[in-house]
């Protein structure tokens, strides 16, 4: 998805090319971008890839799973699509890695102790969803 090319092998050649031919697929290398930014747009959860048994399983949800992540991507225009993917996975609930938490820390996006992730106050204040926040944090240390 980082790099938007296309496979360099293809396990059924024939297919791929007919598929294209019939523009039943975009053109080569895009799609799987295009699938991210799309659920970006409508504030939908990040689509999930399971490449395990040699088979591709994706999993789409075409619904907000979590109305308070839907306001902070539609508040915050500026983050960048790995950044919505980190936070797409403290919205499933997944797990982080250190260099993960690290990057949504600096960027004051998150708070909590690992695992239990929750958007920042910065980020709650901003967007109305300090109900939200006190919920995850208690009251301790803000003044409203």
Do not use: C, W
């Not at 523009?23 to 895009?30: E, F, L, Q, R």
């Not at 999993?59 to 983050?79: E, H, N, S, Y």
């Not at 690992?114 to 969803?129: C, G, M, Q, R, W």
């Amino acid at each position: 998805m980082k790099e938007d090319a296309p496979e360099e092998h293809y396990r059924n050649r024939f297919l791929a090319t007919a598929m294209f031919n019939l523009k039943m697929v975009d053109t080569a290398g895009g799609g799987i971008r295009k699938m991210f930014n799309y659920q970006r747009e409508r504030f939908f959860p990040m689509p999930e890839y399971d490449l395990s048994k040699e088979k591709v399983k994706v999993t789409v949800i075409g619904k907000v799973l979590d109305m308070d992540f839907a306001r902070v991507l539609a508040k915050k225009q500026d983050l960048s699509l790995d950044e919505i993917i980190m936070l797409d996975k403290v919205q499933k609930k997944k797990v982080l890695s250190e260099t993960e938490i690290e990057r949504l820390r600096v960027k004051g996006l998150i708070e909590g102790r690992k695992p239990n992730f929750h958007i920042s106050y910065d980020v709650a204040e901003k967007t109305n969803l300090k109900a939200e926040y006190i919920k995850n944090t208690g009251v301790k240390g803000r003044s409203f």
